[in-house]
């Protein structure tokens, strides 16, 4: 039966455990001869599946569903389709400035006489409380409370918003502190696979597809749900009903054989992974694995590949469902009737895989033998700058000289006890010597590998041969451990091994992202002196997924990402400048040398230790209650009503300036005239760099205003914790104190150059100085700018900065869509230009002409740039709006605008 929503009769109906579920058929579509869907990629087949189902006619139109089906492997059809995931993720750095943004919505309806309920999620959204804890206090049994206290203390008003918040939206639920990190929740509780859901007509049953607000929602790749990291602008409008709008990707199949070796680890797999598709380059790609090696890679393997997807630069990471995807959903406890309609579902829409699976069609393939990959490390600054372990001592040497101009004198120890160090540290009752190399940080963080119990158990198991030899952590290293979720904890107290590992030093000081997003916390005042004294290159080693200069800790420069089996082990040692593989990690109490090779489980060792510690019952009473919070989380005051009741004393929470005098008349955008630089960057600028999310320097102007505002420096908290503040947000915007700014490049930071003058001063003073005066800004980068985080705050930030344009080489995905969302315009320099080809010095006056003619996707742009000699160059660039929707979005000064006005109308 066809109708205006059921246009190609593909309407069907299952028998299922769970009673008669509708469903959209994809063989249908098959049958009437548009695709032959076993050649189709599993991922578009779902994008084939979600259109399908959601046509109405206006947002989702016949057309759609013949674009998608017309997937072309070699030529995908240029044109952009209107996606609709089932549902929403968030954490809360990004969802607190979404529900700020909700909230001032619902406040300037209002303010028009419009009903404020009409802005509420439409689409179910969760929202995980996991990037507030600080490792403020480590290396002892009471660490994980202290921290939660000090964590409460200071994101007291932010949680009474988010408490307010799941009283007062419709679909929203909130995963309280203390819980796990939101992707490891997903992976472990959140996701369906297969999402049931009741209409007028009945229940249908759907892939589970998402958005979230972080770039690592990937990680559910590996159970076989279609889901991405976009802006926190876009994850709201599709809260309020919107698509989000995306052109056909091309998708690149990655074919896995083998298996991995002993000795090897996922962590070694995932860095080697990421290193061929950046070389590769899969930039606004689909990555989707396949092969006969998914028959050996168990999921939690599949689920860390999968959460490192926007460091390869794809856009996913895709594992289909498959017999191994049901044997996780099992162990994880998911309901028995739950894994029966992924199966059955699954198998009637083509989208289980076998080892008879014919290989779909891919755009492009590359290949990898797992039983090639060898232990690795990747550092010290980008995370795909994959380092083999046997020749991590003579690249740190290469990056010492190369990145930070240093060197190590031959036979000089770069931490020891031996007086042959740079600088004489004593702290608690031991005296060392520190130098370059020196690991101050080592973390066992981030869901990228505590979500994947080989890794952990193993970590578990090496520190307990270690501790069974004498051989102890080295007293300057800051250790910290912080599982995805408590699981974890459960399975290493049941193992047995959760002492050995705080015996180490690894104590639990909380469930949630610390050091890999930059909360790893103060450290020692003797250890920050001694580092900043002889400008020590220190290294953090850790088991997370980025690495970015700053990002760690502000005075760590050297970071590497590894499995927490090696992190552990360079604990041990205390430096990077050693041949873990050969060199001793110390002696035993005979005095004989213990090697790493001597206490490196096996993965015999490993797969028992888990047989005997892992079971569903855990994961079934952890999330039993998994929406409650302790009793400091029901205790907060909650304000009442619809509409947020704003506290101008606050500066934690105040209501955004973006819909203050919002109208139903759009204005008409005008070309950009006598416009300065606020900044010129080069390559793969960050979000971190453009909008940090770690501590603030009280002499910044961040610091300086908290301060007028009376907070105390130890209170400031992160940025990520004030990002519901947009006065902090925007004085802190480029205030990554590692930003090179070509204007100034004898300084690193905040610093700009006024121009004409030529004054140095603060990058936000020179914005108000400039918008005080009437002068449009832009900014000029190199490649990649944008990469790293879905920071919403990296668009929000440069747009109250009074920036109108961007002119990059390249952009990451996600931060150019932002840039969109916020009504900034992203131009790109045509190919085989840049900046520096140009003769661009950044003191320009800029022109940037045909805005006001009305833009089209990818059309040209001219810019002039005129020299204070009265010099002019004239050059084009591309208009990086992609499709007639961003078009839209730009035109009203942001998508949030667009959907406000929409319903002023």
């Known amino acids: 039966m066809t109708n205006k929503t059921n246009p190609f009769g593909a309407r069907g109906l299952l028998q299922t455990a769970r009673g008669p579920l509708s469903y959209y058929d994809l063989t249908r579509l098959e049958k009437d001869g548009l695709v032959k869907q076993a050649s189709l990629p599993f991922s578009i087949r779902i994008l084939?599946?979600?259109?399908?189902?959601?046509?109405?006619?206006?947002?989702?139109?016949?057309?759609?569903?013949?674009?998608?089906?017309?997937?072309?492997?070699?030529?995908?059809?240029?044109?952009?389709?209107?996606?609709?995931?089932?549902?929403?993720?968030?954490?809360?750095?990004?969802?607190?400035?979404?529900?700020?943004?909700?909230?001032?919505?619902?406040?300037?309806?209002?303010?028009?006489?419009?009903?404020?309920?009409?802005?509420?999620?439409v689409v179910p959204a969760d929202l995980v409380i996991d990037h507030s804890v600080q490792v403020d206090y480590f290396g002892s049994a009471g660490a994980f409370a202290l921290n939660v206290e000090r964590e409460f203390e200071r994101n007291r008003e932010r949680y009474a918003l988010l408490r307010w918040a799941q009283r007062a939206f419709r679909n929203l639920r909130v995963v309280p502190p203390g819980t796990g990190i939101c992707h490891q929740v997903n992976l472990e509780y959140l996701a369906n696979i297969v999402t049931t859901r009741d209409g007028k007509d009945g229940g249908t049953a759907f892939p589970d597809t998402l958005v979230g607000t972080d770039s690592h929602t990937t990680m559910v790749n590996g159970l076989g749900v279609l889901g991405w990291g976009v802006g926190g602008i876009e994850a709201?409008?599709?809260l309020l009903g919107q698509p989000y709008y995306m052109l056909l990707p091309a998708v690149v199949g990655f074919k896995l054989t083998g298996a991995l070796q002993e000795g090897t680890t996922a962590t070694d797999l995932v860095l080697t992974v990421t290193q061929m598709l950046r070389n590769k380059g899969v930039v606004d790609k689909f990555v989707e694995f396949y092969g006969p090696g998914l028959?050996?890679?168990?999921?939690?393997?599949?689920?860390?590949?999968?959460?490192m997807a926007p460091e390869y630069g794809a856009t996913v990471g895709f594992f289909p469902v498959d017999e191994e995807t049901l044997h996780y959903m099992r162990g994880t406890g998911r309901p028995p009737t739950l894994v029966s309609l992924v199966e059955q579902y699954a198998k009637a829409q083509g989208l289980f895989r076998t080892d008879a699976t014919p290989d779909p069609q891919y755009s492009d393939t590359l290949a990898l033998d797992m039983a090639k990959v060898e232990p690795s490390m990747a550092g010290p600054r980008r995370p795909q700058d994959r380092v083999s372990l046997s020749q991590m001592k003579n690249a740190f040497h290469l990056s010492l000289a190369k990145d930070y101009k240093k060197e190590i004198l031959p036979g000089q120890a770069a931490a020891s006890s031996s007086g042959k160090g740079k600088v004489s540290v004593r702290q608690n009752g031991h005296e060392f010597n520190l130098d370059h190399g020196a690991v101050v940080i080592a973390a066992i963080t981030s869901c990228t590998n505590t979500s994947n119990p080989s890794v952990m158990i193993g970590a578990g198991l090496l520190a307990k041969k270690a501790l069974e030899r004498g051989v102890k952590t080295k007293p300057w290293v800051k250790t910290s451990m912080a599982p995805g979720s408590r699981v974890v904890k459960d399975y290493l107290e049941m193992s047995g091994l959760l002492p050995?590992?705080?015996?180490?030093?690894?104590?639990?000081?909380?469930?949630?992202?610390t050091t890999c997003i930059g909360n790893s916390g103060p450290l020692s005042e003797a250890i920050s002196q001694a580092i900043n004294a002889e400008d020590i290159v220190a290294a953090a080693v850790l088991s997370g997924n980025r690495n970015f200069e700053g990002r760690i800790h502000s005075e760590v420069k050297a970071n590497y990402l590894t499995s927490p089996m090696l992190v552990v082990a360079?604990?041990?040692?205390?430096?990077?400048?050693?041949?873990?593989?050969?060199?001793?990690?110390?002696?035993?109490?005979?005095?004989?040398?213990?090697?790493?090779?001597?206490?490196?489980?096996?993965?015999?060792?490993?797969?028992?230790?888990?047989e005997r510690s892992l079971n569903p019952a855990i994961f079934q009473e952890r999330y039993a209650e998994v929406f409650e919070g302790d009793d400091q989380w029901s205790s907060l005051p909650v304000p009442e009503g619809d509409l947020f009741a704003w506290d101008s004393a606050s500066t934690y929470v105040q209501e955004v300036p973006f819909f203050k005098d919002i109208s139903t008349r759009v204005p008409k955008k005008q070309d950009i005239k006598e416009a300065r630089v606020l900044v010129m960057l080069g390559d793969s600028i960050t979000t971190d760099h453009i909008s940090p999310a770690g501590s603030i320097a009280p002499q910044g102007p961040a610091g300086q205003f908290l301060i007028q505002k009376g907070v105390q420096p130890r209170d400031f908290n992160t940025y990520g914790a004030r990002r519901g503040n947009h006065d902090v947000m925007v004085r802190g915007t480029f205030g990554n104190i590692r930003l090179k700014n070509k204007l100034v490049p004898d300084s690193e930071g905040d610093w700009t150059l006024y121009m004409p003058s030529g004054e140095k001063m603060r990058i936000y003073d020179a914005s108000i100085r400039y918008q005080g005066e009437g002068?449009?800004?832009?900014?000029?980068?190199?490649?990649?700018?944008?990469?790293?985080?879905?920071?919403?705050?990296a668009a929000k930030g440069p747009q109250l900065l009074g920036v109108q344009a961007v002119i990059a080489e390249g952009y990451e995905r996600i931060h150019r869509s932002n840039l969109v969302g916020m009504g900034v315009l992203p131009l790109q320099f045509k190919a085989g230009e840049n900046p520096q080809s140009l003769g661009l010095t950044g003191f320009e006056t800029y022109n940037v002409v045909g805005i006001a003619e009305g833009l089209k996707p990818g059309q040209e742009v001219r810019v002039h740039a005129r020299?204070?000699?009265?010099?002019?160059?004239?050059?084009?660039?591309?208009c990086r709006i992609d499709t007639p929707v961003e078009i839209d979005y730009y035109r009203n000064g942001g998508v949030l605008q667009t959907v406000l006005r929409r319903m002023l109308k």
């Open 867 to 878: 020299r204070d000699d009265g010099r002019e160059s004239t050059f084009r660039v591309i």
């Open 775 to 793: 002068v449009p800004l832009i900014v000029i980068a190199g490649k990649e700018y944008g990469s790293g985080s879905s920071r919403d705050w």
């Open 500 to 513: 050995y590992l705080e015996a180490q030093g690894f104590h639990i000081v909380g469930f949630g992202c």
């Open 236 to 238: 709201e409008a599709v």
């Open 295 to 307: 028959t050996y890679l168990p999921l939690a393997d599949r689920a860390t590949i999968a959460n």
């Open 48 to 121: 084939l599946e979600s259109v399908l189902r959601n046509i109405d006619g206006y947002l989702v139109r016949e057309e759609d569903v013949h674009t998608v089906a017309r997937w072309n492997p070699t030529t995908p059809p240029r044109r952009e389709i209107p996606f609709m995931p089932g549902r929403v993720l968030m954490q809360d750095f990004t969802g607190v400035p979404a529900v700020v943004d909700l909230a001032a919505m619902r406040s300037a309806l209002f303010r028009t006489g419009g009903d404020p309920n009409q802005i509420n999620p």
């Open 570 to 610: 360079y604990a041990l040692t205390g430096s990077v400048d050693i041949d873990i593989l050969k060199d001793p990690l110390g002696r035993d109490a005979r005095g004989e040398s213990v090697y790493l090779r001597d206490i490196w489980p096996s993965q015999d060792e490993i797969r028992k230790t888990i």
